[in-house]
Structures are given as C-alpha cells and as structure tokens.
C-alpha cells in the first residue's frame, strides 16, 4: 500500500463530502424551485398554519415533491462519491 502525502486521509475526505452536501442541496433547492437563499431558509423554517379555518401549507405539493427528488439525487449523488473512496493499493 503506497500513501499519497498529499491526499487528505479518508476522515478528512468524508468529512468534507458530508460538509458540502447541505452546500449542494442548497443550491440545488434554490436553483430548480427558483428561490434566494433567504427564500430557502425562510421556507425551511416554515411551518403549515391555519388562517380563518383553512390550513395554509408552508410548501406546495409541486415544491414538496420537487423537494424530495432532488433529496434523492443529492443522496445518491453522496453515495457514488463516498463510495469510491479507498485507499490506494500499490
């Protein structure tokens, strides 16, 4: 087994794949649903109300659904990345 110096170790590489998916989904969420980021945080904190009798939803089906495909790119997305890290053999 050959080590790289210069290669972060696989803490670190995991670390920083973990650390840049919220990053990722973000952007993703912000871009297709076409949102700021303050939108984005906004809406995250929302939460379904009643105005005179009727709920008012804090997301849309359309946004909801919109919402979970891109969770399930960005998840198989991580998977794919972390699982290709391994140590180098040589």
Do not use: Q, W
Not at 53 to 71: C, F, H, M, T, Y
């Amino acid at each position: 087994m050959s080590i790289d110096k210069n290669e972060p170790n696989v803490l670190n590489r995991l670390h920083t794949e973990f650390s840049t998916v919220a990053v990722h989904f973000r952007n993703r969420v912000c871009e297709e649903c076409n949102y700021s980021t303050p939108t984005f945080y906004r809406k995250m904190r929302g939460k379904d109300k009643k105005v005179e009798g009727k709920l008012v939803p804090a997301l849309s089906n359309a946004e909801k659904d919109k919402i979970r495909e891109i969770g399930e790119d960005v998840k198989n997305d991580l998977i794919t990345s972390i699982s290709g890290i391994r140590l180098k053999k040589g």
